[in-house]
């Protein structure tokens, strides 16, 4: 962002279209701390699947889904953020593609969502980068049970909490129906194992990412998780624990790569 930011005034559109979450409110705190001078910022989820092809800068589409998209509200500036999210979507449409792309409200339709993509992301994404597995091997894991209770009950209770700050008490209760039935810990538990299943042969961005010694999104995923869980005082110990376990499997890879060790020799006496 640093490198383009002169060329970003209030009037210029900012879309956030990644894994985890967190981004948006450190952008705020560097560069626009003014919610009147701050550029239109949206925010996006995409269920395609996407892996890098052999060549440099080569793609491959590996699973249709959707983009979801939601505009910031930004009261300071009096704009009117479906119209924001429109014009966009429009933009996409015009590429031809089958994007898929529709606009939510921000809250609490946008919100849930991203939060039912960051709890899939917690569980799936660190245990294969972890295990150098594909995404359907988590389910074969002796304590792939605990593993998922466990990241999703502590992420439930913190996204919770979460939108209860998020917002205005009489604007949470208008909406705590849906958002106990959207962060029920069984739903999600739920909800994780059939993604599981439905990307059974994929292979995820954090697993690719730790294969080429390549930065993660682990502090958005589990780090988001576990950054809440301090901000609410709420334990977060299974989340801390894969958060710590990543940066450390990618730390040990990348002193390995710049000493040439070999993998340790398991018929090597001790």
Known sequence: MSAVLPSITPDTNILLLQNGVG????????????PGMRPNFL??????????????????????????????????KG??????????????????????????????????????????????????????????????LSSADFFINRIVTEAARVLTAHFQASTSQEVFEANRGVIATGLDVDRLVAMVTDVINTTKDNRSSMLQDVLILKDTEISAINGYIVYLGKLYQIPTPHNRMLLEMVKSKLALGRDRSKRLAPVVNASAPL
């Open 23 to 34: 981004s948006y409110d450190k952008l705020c705190q560097a560069f626009w701390p003014n």
């Open 43 to 76: 925010v996006g989820i995409t269920t395609h699947g996407v892996n890098p092809g052999l060549e440099k800068w080569t793609f491959k589409h590996v699973g249709h889904g959707g983009i979801k998209l939601a505009a910031v509200p930004n009261e300071a």
């Open 79 to 140: 704009i009117d953020p479906a119209n924001i999210g429109a014009q966009l979507v429009n933009s996409l449409k015009r590429t031809g593609s089958t994007l898929n792309a529709q606009v939510v409200d921000y809250f609490p339709d946008f919100m849930l969502a991203q939060y039912e993509k960051l709890v899939c992301n917690a569980v799936i994404n660190p245990l294969t980068a972890l295990f150098e597995c594909y995404n359907g091997e988590v389910l074969a």
